[in-house]
């Protein structure tokens, strides 16, 4: 069982930035794929970013070149780096952990076996 704790969130004004951090608890933090997703009201949860066991990484469309997602696996932590934010941002943000994930799978979000309580990012214009 993986255990994992979003911080981070909060309101910021559009042009700005903040720093997501997931922390996990539980197997082995390098053994498992880190994925960050997002749903705002009325949407369906979505794909934000993700990072492999080994370091690669990809993007939505929609964050590429503003967002960064890395991890330190000596503090079990993935970490989004955000900015710059706009209002269409404004979502729960969620972080996620696989095993079984591959470049190719790592933006579906029923791939990853564990999931946090989400962070709330508000950004206003």
């Known amino acids: 069982q993986v255990r994992l704790v979003e911080s981070g969130g909060g309101l910021v004004q559009a042009g700005g930035s903040l720093r997501l951090s997931c922390a996990a608890s539980?197997?082995?933090?390098?053994?498992?794929?880190m994925g960050w997703f997002r749903q705002a009201p009325g949407k369906e949860r979505e794909f934000v970013a993700a990072?492999?066991?080994?370091?690669?990484?990809n993007y939505a469309d929609s964050v590429k070149g503003r967002f960064t997602i890395s991890r330190d696996n000596a503090k079990n932590t993935v970490y989004l780096q955000m900015n710059p934010l706009k209002p269409e941002d404004t979502a729960v943000y969620y972080c996620a952990a696989g095993v079984y994930i591959t470049i190719g799978t790592m933006t579906q979000l029923k791939t990853y076996n564990y999931w946090g309580q989400g962070t709330q990012v508000t950004v206003a214009s």
């Open positions: 990072i492999s066991r080994s370091g690669s990484t």
């Open positions: 539980g197997r082995t933090f390098s053994s498992y794929a």
